[in-house]
């Protein structure tokens, strides 16, 4: 394992790798960020695995936006459950694998219930990974050696999982369900991240006019506020709570404010607080656009009989009916058949649509 904090070094290995010819099956990569220390989310490291060889890319004091970045526009590589990985790079080096292949999605068409890594190496590898570090503060130098081996662990065996995966893909006939699910992947990283509402949190969807304006200041306090003190969101107020708040204010009730809270930060809370019970009616925050229609307007014959043969498929493909389609995905394509174009082809082939 070596680890990689000079341009140069960084850049001559990024080099070798772009421009071999050796098998694209075998870049493996992973990435660790912060966003439990610190305000602004970090991305830290990023672990290669090449021909057996691991590399461990100082991301915070490394320029990877050239040579790394054509990379993953021109070969082939691995991950795992990359759904976070793909908002990273998308966030802080604006791209996205070209040729995405993902073990947690393969693991899952192979009928695989616990697909997430640690347990899918221990089910393949034998090897029981310690998560000791997982919430480290990456952004400290030098790291561990602790640290760096639970880095490099999350590669170490990504192309031993792979392989099995691969040959059981074939067998079952679905290595082209696993290559289009993983383009359906890659596709989302092209979207924006960042929500131009953001303070419109899981659990708002249902929230009125009303609640929402406080909502909105209560989001914007806690989001300054973490600011400050250079501390993720969370840790000045959970989503639940600032809900909870929302609501409360809303029905003219008084707010439970934490027993340690600072008087700086309390007097900031009042203000936002105030300003939002002065604003007028006209300046409210409109109810979110997806709460539409009812379950009421769903034909629920219509829904179970598909929930019927999305079960019925699974059981004789063994593996998980929400990998076919989600309950929302069926519910919206029986308000509107034309939702059935959101699903993948193979995942429209076994239901008939």
């Known amino acids: 394992m070596e680890f990689i904090e000079e341009q140069s070094r960084a850049d001559e290995l990024l080099d070798s790798l772009l421009n071999s010819p050796y098998d694209p099956r075998s870049f493996y990569f992973d990435l660790e960020a912060d966003n439990f220390h610190h305000y602004d989310e970090v991305l830290c490291t990023v672990q290669v695995c090449v021909k057996g060889s691991f590399y461990l890319l100082d991301a915070i004091n490394l320029d990877l936006s050239k040579q790394f970045c054509e990379i993953l526009k021109t070969k082939k590589v691995w991950l795992h459950g990359c759904d976070y990985d793909l908002h990273l790079l998308n966030k802080h080096l604006n791209v996205a ?64 999982i792979s392989d099995l995966l691969m040959v059981k ?13 993983c383009n359906a992947l890659k596709d989302t990283a092209r979207l924006q991240d960042e929500p131009s509402e953001r303070w419109r949190i899981s659990g708002s969807g249902s ?64 203000d936002a607080i105030d300003k939002a019970k002065a604003l007028p009616e006209s300046e409210w925050p409109a109810r979110s656009k997806r709460v539409k229609g009812s379950r009421m307007s769903i034909d629920e014959g219509e829904l179970n009989g598909l929930i019927s043969k999305r079960e019925e498929a699974a059981k004789k493909l063994n593996i998980e009916g929400s990998l076919i389609a989600s309950r929302k995905n069926l519910e919206a394509i029986v308000k509107d058949a034309a939702e059935a174009d959101n699903l993948l082809s193979w995942q429209r082939n076994l239901l008939e649509l």
């Open 207 to 270: 929230l009125q006019s009303n609640p929402l304006r406080y909502l909105k200041a209560l989001f914007e306090w806690r989001d300054d506020q973490a600011k400050k003190i250079d501390k993720p969101v969370f840790k000045v107020a959970n989503n639940q709570r600032l809900l909870d708040w929302a609501n409360q204010l809303s029905e003219g009730s008084e707010i439970n404010l934490p027993k340690n809270i600072s008087a700086s930060r309390k007097s900031a809370l009042l």
């Open 97 to 160: 694998p070209e040729y995405l292949h993902d073990t947690q999605i393969a693991a899952r068409l192979c009928g695989f219930r616990k697909f997430g890594y640690a347990p899918l190496v221990e089910q393949v590898c034998g090897v029981r990974l310690p998560k000791d570090s997982q919430r480290a503060d990456w952004t400290k130098r030098p790291l561990t050696s602790k640290m760096m081996t639970y880095a490099m662990n999350d590669v170490r065996y990504l192309q031993q």
């Open 169 to 181: 893909l074939e067998k079952l006939g679905r290595v082209e369900w696993f290559h289009e699910s």
